[in-house]
T-cell receptor
Framework: GAGVSQSPSNKVTEKGKDVELRCDPI?????LYWYRQSLGQGLEFLIY????????KSGLPSDRFSAERTGGSVSTLTIQRTQQEDSAVYLC??????????????FGEGSRLTVL | SQKIEQNSEALNIQEGKTATLTCNYT??????LQWYRQDPGRGPVFLLL?????KEKRKERLKVTFDTTLKQSLFHITASQPADSATYLC??????????FGQGTELSVKP
């Protein structure tokens, strides 16, 4: 596709359930980021993938959060045993990821998660 | 600890005036700094990038300055229009490749 695609766009779940959020980056982009944005807040860094390197997971808030990126393309963010404080918009972004110059990030429209 | 600070209070200005937004940072040595625009319910959109060895960058009505001594970037929109109303985010690229965002400043341009 032409841009970064995220699904689902909206997800309502019950506390304690697991959720999976998907990101399809721009073809050829080697860098992929996940951010979380709570209502009226800025972007909170979660995780960063760059090519075949080990991901930077330093922003994941707890061990209930995990992410993987298969084949250097599609990424899935998984939240286990969701809590109400996990409610937020989860944004994915990709970039060409050139060494030393990652360049601009291209964002998807986000997945809005509501935990009841 | 590392911090990126943008004015949390919304900036309200009159159409035609210049809007100036501030981004301050501490305990970072960024290789470059970016500015993004975010409209409600949308993902951020890239506007400008400025590198550590550049003082100023311009693009149409936008101007960004980067002072690594003051640890500050200023983002200017000249001849502002109501369509410029949005939240503006600064982001720093630190060693290690990840881009860290400030909390954003909401700009409202009144006709």
């Amino acid at each position: 596709g032409a841009g970064v695609s995220q699904s689902p766009s909206n997800k309502v779940t019950e506390k304690g359930k697991d959720v999976e959020l998907r990101c399809d980056p721009i073809s050829g982009h080697t860098a992929l980021y996940w951010y979380r944005q709570s209502l009226g807040q800025g972007l909170e860094f979660l995780i960063y993938f760059q090519g075949n390197s080990a991901p930077d997971k330093s922003g994941l808030p707890s061990d209930r959060f995990s992410a993987e990126r298969t084949g250097g393309s599609v990424s899935t963010l998984t939240i286990q045993r969701t809590q109400q404080e996990d409610s937020a918009v989860y944004l994915c972004a990709s970039s060409p990821g050139l060494a030393g110059d990652p360049g601009e990030l291209f964002f998807g429209e986000g997945s809005r998660l509501t935990v009841l | 600890s590392q911090k990126i600070e943008q004015n949390s209070e919304a900036l309200n200005i009159q159409e035609g005036k210049t809007a100036t937004l501030t981004c301050n940072y501490t305990n970072y040595s960024p290789a470059y700094l970016q500015w993004y625009r975010q409209d409600p319910g949308r993902g951020p959109v890239f506007l400008l990038l400025i590198r550590e060895n550049e003082k100023e960058k311009r693009k149409e009505r936008l101007k960004v300055t980067f002072d690594t001594t003051l640890k500050q970037s200023l983002f200017h929109i000249t001849a502002s229009q109501p369509a410029d109303s949005a939240t503006y985010l600064c982001a720093l690229y630190n060693q290690g490749g990840k881009l860290i965002f400030g909390q954003g400043t909401e700009l409202s341009v009144k006709p």
